[in-house]
């Protein structure tokens, strides 16, 4: 296994100096190293309530971070705000960007309960009244959104704001609105995803009679991409992932002759 810097790319070329034939076998992995695409984008969402005049729910998931969610009024004890998957998901991570005023984090709820469903009405606890959250109007803005690990199964997540808004810590006024800019959902990711598995693969060369570059990406030990011959210096093989990935690990296993790499 070779462990190189994380890269950002949608196409990973490897640059393959040797002096002989060279041939790559299955498999070729390129792992997955973070999140993935949201499980949340434009997903329908709902919540107890909303303001009125273009704050609804589904403004928490339309990935602009300028738009936002918020509750109805400050009086919102027990309030909630929840999306639907469209299917029961692996949800891995959560991350919620909160809303930004004058350079500050702003109508911040006290804590966070996290819970999951299938069905939409009975409801798991996964992460309760969590406060790791920024302080109202004091924490300065930041485009790093907030993390939090849940590990759970369901179709449907839902924010429980069990202790209601924090109080505006300028002015010591009561509570404020909830309000909530963007929340991503992320998949749980089985350790060793594999990217490039049957992904479009080109090469410089290839040896003739089914030997191909997309031989590396078969998922079989036993097949192999192979250069059309030994003068191959500054050949090349690589793999369209189809789409932008962040890259952290790469395994390649090269071919077995007699019990030997070769």
Known sequence: MYNYKKLLANVLVLSLLFATYVSLVVPMQVVKAANGPDLALNKPASASSAYSGGYGPDKAVDGNNSTFWSTRTADNVGEWWQVDLGEKSEIGKVEIMFRNVDGKFNNVPKTITFQVSDDGENWTDIISRTDNVP????????????????????????????????????????????????????????????????????????????????????????????????????????????????????????????????
């Open 135 to 262: 302080i109202n109007d004091e924490t300065p803005y930041s485009d790093q959104p907030y993390l939090y690990t849940l590990n759970a199964q369901g179709r449907y997540m839902r924010l429980l704001f069990e202790d209601g808004g924090q109080k505006n810590t300028e002015t010591g006024g009561p509570m404020t609105s909830i309000a909530l800019a963007e929340v991503k959902v992320y998949e749980k990711v089985a350790s060793g995803s594999n990217l490039s598995l049957k992904k479009p693969a080109t090469a410089t060369s290839a040896y003739p009679g089914g030997y191909g570059p997309d031989k590396a990406v078969d998922g079989n030990n036993s097949t192999f991409w192979s250069t059309e011959t030994a003068d191959n210096i500054g050949e090349w093989w690589q793999v369209d992932m189809g789409r932008k990935s962040e890259i952290g690990t790469v395994e390649i296993m090269f071919r077995n002759v007699d019990g030997k790499f070769n």
